[in-house]
T-cell receptor, first 117, second 113 residues
């Protein structure tokens, strides 16, 4: 069965520091997708990025960057020059092709990031 | 833009009541999900549905049921509410359960007294 681990339960940083959120996954499928979501204090989960298993190219979007490494089964998320508005719970998730009707999407437990002014 | 709407942000009910949580999406998505979120436990899947009138149990279906009579609407039912069902409930939908991200509603914070 698939599994997603986010070993960091809570992280606190001071504004403008860089911070990396770790995500390690387990799957037996060769075809799968990885996702990151942000849940601010307001509660709604917001989709940030999707990456498929055949694309190991790292991605940068403004202050956000993602490092996908199949060799270590990791999909880490780095925020550069963090800001108070980055304070949120961040979830990593994995989906497998699986069968047409089974449950093929799993979330990690989340990492709560607090950015202090 | 994608929109998933949950009927209530906050709800207070009494033990033993039958509780309905409603979720509507406007994207013509096949797949819809109900999760509950508790501190330290992350998101746990209660039920999901991949088509009208179809439903599948998730990880924690006990004490819940669901209804999907129309494609856009997915209802979560607490048959006889209990205090251990006090939680944040999140509804989501997606066009493709494998390739596409799930889109979430704002959540319903349910308190059972």
């Amino acid at each position: 069965a698939q599994k997603v681990t986010q070993a960091q339960t809570e992280i606190s940083v001071v504004e403008k520091e860089d911070v990396t959120l770790d995500c390690v996954y387990e799957t037996r499928d060769t075809t799968y997708y990885l996702f990151w979501y942000k849940q601010p204090p307001s509660g709604e989960l917001v989709f940030l990025i999707r990456r498929n298993s055949f694309d190991e190219q790292n991605e940068i979007s403004g202050r956000y960057s993602w490092n996908f490494q199949k060799s270590t089964s990791s999909f880490n998320f780095t925020i550069t020059a963090s800001q108070v508005v980055d304070s949120a719970v961040y979830f990593c998730a994995l989906s497998e092709a699986g069968d047409n009707y089974g449950q093929n999407f799993v979330f990690g437990p989340g990492t709560r990031l607090s950015v202090l002014p | 833009d994608v929109k998933v709407t949950q009927s209530s942000r906050y709800l207070v009910k009494r033990t033993g009541e039958k509780v309905f949580l409603e979720c509507v999406q406007d994207m013509d998505h096949e797949n819809m999900f109900w999760y509950r979120q508790d501190p330290g436990l992350g998101l746990r899947l209660i039920y999901f549905s991949y088509d009208v009138k179809m439903k599948e149990k998730g990880d924690i279906p006990e004490g819940y049921s669901v209804s999907r009579e129309k494609k856009e609407r997915f209802s979560l039912i607490l048959e006889s509410a209990s205090t251990n069902q006090t939680s944040m409930y999140l509804c989501a939908s997606t066009l493709d359960r494998f390739r596409q991200p799930q889109h979430f509603g704002d959540g319903t914070r349910l308190s059972i007294l």
